[in-house]
């Protein structure tokens, strides 16, 4: 979990107004600029924590990273890449130097990356949008910021109606970029869905099992407690199961049927936290959430930032399963629906658009916006989480398989090692009961006309 905040054309007092803004994704901070861009980076070390801060360099090359190579030793290897640090920040610069920008598509993990080449600077993110950048340009001037906020403290920010409107509707997912004009996103690495495959169930599980391993492999970090954000159900607890984590932060509901207490004691792991989402919690946090986001996307999440608040008093590094309904047809309980029933998330009655796309797309420009979520707690409480069940090889594999074996996560339960409770329990969906969509749409509009 980094900030990185990027003036081109600009000066030094923006910049640091701009780093400044987003301080709380890091401990420790530098600058850098030269006499075409300034470049100031918050800094939370995690991988080597005796690394210096970005930009690494190497030739005519400057990297500034966010988020995590996670196969940066093995391509290393596979590369011939001499390392003099255990920092993934070096592979990714003598990486983008050795191919000139190139072979991008062979970086796995979750990332913002900015390098200048010699000539110009660059920006690219994953392939899922783990890690954003937003990008504001003017007619002599560029800024690019790993959140909103960063933008807003040097540009008065215009926000558009129509986006606007899309939040009401969608809550934000079918809009591309954020509410405000002219603020983009920087692109994400190309995702090109694999082709179908032949191959027996039982090998399938076997090859299935060993990508899990390798991921939860790549992700660990040593010398730090693994910590999980953890739920009643399939993705999460598969985390638990494989990880063996220290700590376990739960949230879970006075309301009977929303509770998945039974379920969360299946799948608890090491020390168990579990806040209760009551009156007092909607209460007292859901300002804070909106101090925290700056980029509307998804549900009500106060929840997420009580959590996470909870969570940083013990970790560094938490793990989360998100992912996991997109990449192995969780949601097939709405599959047979008009898509946009589906997409309609508020009451509001008409369409902004007439949205033709399928559910999967939809599941996965759903995901996007969670993950935007998941991003802001995380980098307001200065810690990162990471997502196993988004290993590139891991969804590259599970994708070319026959639908019939992910229908309702079947493949995945069969490896999971989970409870049959938990196998066999009823997916309850994430709405909170303080806030209806509607209401919570209704709360961040007040809130930004203030």
């Known amino acids: ?45 995690i991988t080597d924590k005796k690394a210096h801060p970005c930009p690494y360099e190497y030739g005519d090359y400057k990297v500034w990273l966010n988020g995590y190579i996670s196969n940066w030793k093995e391509l290393a290897k596979k590369y011939d890449i001499d390392m003099m640090t255990s920092c993934d920040s070096e592979l990714l ?24 080449d010699g000539d110009d600077m660059v ?49 934000g997912v079918m809009n591309r970029h954020t509410i405000y004009k002219n603020v983009e996103r920087v692109d994400c690495l190309p995702f090109y869905k694999p082709q179908k495959i032949e191959i027996d169930y039982e090998e399938a599980k076997l090859r299935l099992a060993d990508l899990l391993y390798q991921s939860c492999k790549r992700n660990k970090v040593e010398n ?43 799948n608890s792991y090491g020390n168990h936290y579990t806040i209760i989402c009551n009156d007092n919690l909607v209460e007292n946090y859901s300002q804070l959430t909106l101090d925290a986001l700056d980029d509307l996307k998804a549900g009500s999440c106060y929840t997420n930032y009580a959590i996470t608040e909870m969570a940083s008093n013990y970790a560094l590094v938490n793990y989360s399963g998100a992912g996991g309904d997109e990449v192995f047809n969780g949601y097939t309980h709405r599959y047979d629906k008009n898509i946009n029933d589906v997409v309609k998330r508020t009451s509001r009655k008409d369409r902004i658009e007439n949205y033709w796309l399928t ?17 802001r707690m995380s980098g307001w409480h200065t810690m990162e989480t990471r997502y196993p069940l988004l290993d590139n090889d891991l969804v590259d594999f599970a994708l070319s398989l026959p639908d019939e074996y992910l229908e309702n996560k079947r493949i995945l339960k069969d490896i999971s090692g989970l409870h049959p409770d938990v196998i066999a329990g009823k997916k309850k969906g994430f709405s909170n009961p303080h806030f209806t969509n509607d209401e919570w749409a209704k709360h961040c509009i007040e809130n930004l006309r203030e």
């Open 1 to 45: 979990m980094c900030g990185i905040s990027v003036v081109i054309g600009g000066t030094q007092e923006e910049v640091t107004k701009m780093g400044t803004a987003i301080s709380h994704r890091g401990v420790m901070n530098s600058l850098y600029e030269n006499e075409y861009f300034h470049v100031y980076y918050n800094w939370l070390p």
């Open 93 to 116: 610069v003598k990486f983008l130097y050795k191919f000139k920008g190139g072979k991008l598509d062979e970086l796995n993990g979750f990332f913002a990356v900015v390098y200048w």
């Open 123 to 171: 920006g690219f993110t994953d392939r899922y949008g783990i890690k954003q950048l937003y990008k504001y340009e003017t007619e002599d001037k560029t800024y690019i910021c790993s959140e909103v906020k960063g933008l807003k403290a040097v540009v008065d920010l215009e926000v558009v109606p129509e986006a606007l409107d899309d939040w009401e509707y969608s809550l």
């Open 224 to 266: 730090t407690p693994d910590c999980v954000f953890l739920s009643g159900g399939i993705d999460s607890g598969v985390i638990a199961q494989w990880i063996k984590p220290q700590y376990s932060f739960s949230v879970d509901y006075q309301d009977e049927n929303l509770s998945e207490i039974e379920n969360i004691k299946h």
């Open 359 to 375: 559910h999967k797309e939809y599941d996965w420009r759903f995901l996007k916006a969670v993950l935007v979520v998941e991003d």
